[in-house]
């Protein structure tokens, strides 16, 4: 019998990008429990014992040093011999990251909802392909997720509640690595480039977000520390999550709560 904190529902799901390009269509079962922050979801044609990549996620503010671990981290796994990507938010690539990206160098003005959406559907159009690359076994490594999001909207005033709730339906993480570093600190190394965000005021405010949206599973790593001891709690933390997934951990989604 199921208990009464849990439900299975079997629901068809087609969404279209903001930009109205792609449009992905998709069936599986959800399963989760009442109160957590992600649930946990079984597809049909896969069993929840398969053996999987992880995803990991890097977050924290700008000048922090994860794009710069996240490529030390790819090219360690790929040397141990592990299916490993390194992708990115905003993937700027896009038509929608395109948008993004000419916000960010404020050679477009958008209003901060429009925007907030569109940092969505940008993860949106590449949530199918990050499952497939998942369930074949690769590792991701995103530099820059929805806490990136919620955190950086909400630091201009949006509620944080509304700021999640596009992101329901995303994958969860397995791993969220926050690379922790004082906003004034991170102005220190080499000064911010010209994009919108990146002044001291606004990034204590960020850093106040992420402090609300940190859950006891994220890793906490001294962003301060030398780069090679960095480098090395980050990977220390990433082999035991390869592993766990590996022996079939399920995927589940964000953001119940
Ligand atoms: N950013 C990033 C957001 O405001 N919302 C999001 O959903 C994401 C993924 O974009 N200052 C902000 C944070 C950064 C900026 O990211 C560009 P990066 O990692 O500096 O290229
Ligand atoms: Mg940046």
């Not at 599986?28 to 429990?33: A, I, N, R, T, V």
Request: glycine share 6%.
């Amino acid at each position: 019998m199921t208990h009464p904190c849990c439900f299975s529902v079997s629901k068809a799901f087609k969404f279209a990008t903001a930009a109205g390009q792609q449009s992905i269509s998709f069936r599986y079962k959800l399963k989760f429990p009442f109160k957590c922050s992600s649930r946990q979801i079984h597809m049909e044609n896969n069993h929840s014992s398969d053996s999987r990549g992880a995803l990991i996620v890097l977050e924290g503010l700008d000048r922090c040093g994860k794009t710069s671990q996240s490529s030390r981290l790819v090219s360690y796994l790929e040397g141990l011999g592990h299916a490993v990507e390194s992708w990115r938010f905003p993937d700027r690539t896009t038509n929608v990251g395109q948008m993004i990206s000419s916000y960010l160098a404020n050679k477009s003005h958008l209003d901060d909802h429009t925007v907030h959406l569109l940092f969505s559907a940008n993860r949106w159009e590449k949530r199918s392909l990050m499952e497939s690359k998942l369930k074949s076994g690769t590792t991701l490594i995103i530099d820059r997720y929805s806490y990136s999001g919620v955190a950086f909207s909400s630091a201009k005033g949006l509620d944080m509640e509304w700021c999640k709730a596009p992101e329901v339906g995303l994958l969860a993480p397995d791993l969220v690595l926050y690379l922790e570093i004082s906003p004034e600190k991170a102005a220190e190394r080499g000064g911010y480039g010209e994009e919108r965000y990146e002044q001291l005021e606004f990034q204590e405010k960020v850093s106040q977000s992420y402090k609300t949206l940190s859950e006891s599973s994220w890793k906490i790593i001294d962003a301060t520390l030398p780069i090679e001891d960095v480098e090395k709690q980050l990977r220390e933390n990433v082999l035991d999550c390869l592993t766990v997934c590996q022996k079939g951990k399920p995927l589940s989604e964000l953001w119940l709560s």
